[in-house]
T-cell receptor, first 108, second 115 residues
Framework: GQNIDQPTEMTATEGAIVQINCTYQ??????LFWYQQHAGEAPTFLSY????GLEEKGRFSSFLSRSKGYSYLLLKELQMKDSASYLC?????????FGSGTKLNVKP | SAVISQKPSRDICQRGTSLTIQCQVD?????MFWYRQQPGQSLTLIAT?????????ESGFVIDKFPISRPNLTFSTLTVSNMSPEDSSIYLC????????????FGPGTRLTVL
């Protein structure tokens, strides 16, 4: 089976840094992906990790530890437009399995 | 990146009826996926549709309830059969880009409400 856990909701202040954690227990693993989903819209790709370590992509970074079944998404210099749900997904044998998503509220 | 369109964008249906959702991609893709996203929830994979073969369904989803067609490399349909209010959800189709590059692209979704 696939078990992917994320916090349900987080709140942060504009300009700050926020870390969204994801833990997973899956029967296989080929990569860990992060998606952003604004209300009423389709998910859009943010970042992915295949190997352990940190991947940086502008204001967004993602970290993976395969031995711990753990990843996080780091968002820097938060903007109001970053208010959205962030979905962690495990890529496994040509399929994506999604966590329940973390709703991020950015306040002024 | 692939451009995906879905029809209809939304619909309101009566209990017991069926709705077919269409997914069109602007390029040829091997694998297409159908997801369901219930209100306030994350995405749940319904099935994987490959051209020329029967769809592969995830646990909890069956072909009689969610028949899928994949007649060519740019098109797929998902039918939600004998609908009940519990089927009210957003249905998204998705295609896979090359692994570990631009990952999976999602269509805009079909918002279904069953009365």
């Amino acid at each position: 089976g696939q078990n992917i856990d994320q916090p349900t909701e987080m709140t942060a202040t504009e300009g700050a840094i926020v870390q969204i954690n994801c833990t997973y227990q899956t029967s296989g693993f080929n990569g860990l992906f992060w998606y952003q989903q604004h209300a009423g819209e389709a998910p859009t790709f943010l970042s992915y990790n295949v190997l352990d370590g940190l991947e940086e992509k502008g204001r967004f970074s993602s970290f993976l530890s395969r031995s711990k079944g753990y990843s996080y998404l780091l968002l820097k210099e938060l903007q109001m437009k970053d208010s959205a749900s962030y979905l962690c997904a495990v890529y496994n044998f040509n399929k994506f399995y999604f966590g329940s998503g973390t709703k991020l509220n950015v306040k002024p | 990146s692939a451009v995906i369109s879905q029809k209809p964008s939304r619909d309101i249906c009566q209990r017991g009826t069926s709705l077919t959702i269409q997914c069109q991609v602007d390029s040829q893709v091997t694998m297409m996926f159908w997801y369901r996203q219930q209100p306030g929830q994350s995405l749940t994979l319904i099935a994987t549709a490959n051209q020329g073969s029967e769809a592969t369904y995830e646990s909890g989803f069956v072909i009689d309830k969610f028949p899928i067609s994949r007649p060519n490399l740019t098109f797929s349909t998902l039918t939600v059969s004998n609908m009940s209010p519990e089927d009210s959800s957003i249905y998204l189709c998705s295609v896979e880009s090359k692994p570990f590059t631009d990952t999976q692209y999602f269509g805009p979704g079909t918002r279904l409400t069953v009365l």
